[in-house]
T-cell receptor, first 108, second 116 residues
Framework: KNEVEQSPQNLTAQEGEFITINCSYSVGISALHWLQQHPGGGIVSLFMLSSGKKKHGRLIATINIQEKHSSLHITASHPRDSAVYICAPTNTGNQFYFGTGTSLTVIP | EAGVAQSPRYKIIEKRQSVAFWCNPISGHATLYWYQQILGQGPKLLIQFQNNGVVDDSQLPKDRFSAERLKGVDSTLKIQPAKLEDSAVYLC??????????????FGPGTRLTVL
């Protein structure tokens, strides 16, 4: 069993839709990172959170440590949001557990 | 500020050949990471340096992979000899602190390796 499960694996949405990507993990963690990877390989860190909720522009990330679950929401989605979104919980030993990613395509 | 630089961006070699990748982290970043990302999978940590010392290389296939970070700045990752299953994107990342769950990692563009 993978330590990190993301759902859905693939997601296609119409421009303007509200999008939710889920991440469940089975390991004890200190923090969780959400990363965005565009075609060509570049990865950008979107959020690091250890509790509650964070918001940056149209992106919102939440985490429930007790339930070992995190969600990434995108409001008013846009074609430029098309990318792979990776959930990466980290433990106190600095080990990053990477999910396999959710591939998002936003259609104009 | 300049980001993490990697070269080359693409490399195609035949199996059993050798290859080397180079990474220049963000200036002042103490921790440097090398990841291997196979198509359709998340990144897998190969090695983590803090300054010029190795923090974690438990998943580095040491029979064929080697890495160094001389002077605690630039780093090179070498594969010798390459196998077909080494085809992947090799990502370099750096973080300002000593590494840890709360440190943001900044990623380079990656090197896409194809082994024929």
């Amino acid at each position: 069993k993978n330590e990190v499960e993301q759902s859905p694996q693939n997601l296609t949405a119409q421009e303007g839709e509200f999008i939710t990507i889920n991440c469940s993990y089975s390991v004890g963690i200190s923090a969780l990172h959400w990363l965005q990877q565009h075609p060509g390989g570049g990865i950008v860190s979107l959020f690091m959170l250890s509790s509650g909720k964070k918001k940056h522009g149209r992106l919102i990330a939440t985490i429930n440590i007790q339930e070992k679950h995190s969600s990434l929401h995108i409001t008013a989605s846009h074609p430029r949001d098309s990318a792979v979104y990776i959930c990466a919980p980290t433990n106190t030993g600095n080990q990053f557990y990477f999910g396999t990613g959710t591939s998002l395509t936003v259609i104009p | 500020e300049a980001g993490v630089a990697q070269s080359p961006r693409y490399k195609i070699i035949e199996k059993r050949q050798s290859v080397a990748f180079w990474c220049n982290p963000i200036s002042g970043h103490a921790t440097l990471y090398w990841y291997q990302q196979i198509l359709g999978q998340g990144p897998k940590l190969l090695i983590q340096f803090q300054n010029n010392g190795v923090v974690d290389d438990s998943q580095l296939p040491k029979d064929r992979f080697s890495a160094e970070r001389l002077k605690g700045v630039d780093s090179t990752l070498k594969i010798q000899p390459a196998k077909l299953e080494d085809s992947a994107v090799y990502l370099c990342a750096s973080s300002v602190g000593a590494g840890g769950p709360y440190n943001e990692q900044f990623f380079g563009p990656g090197t896409r390796l194809t082994v024929l």
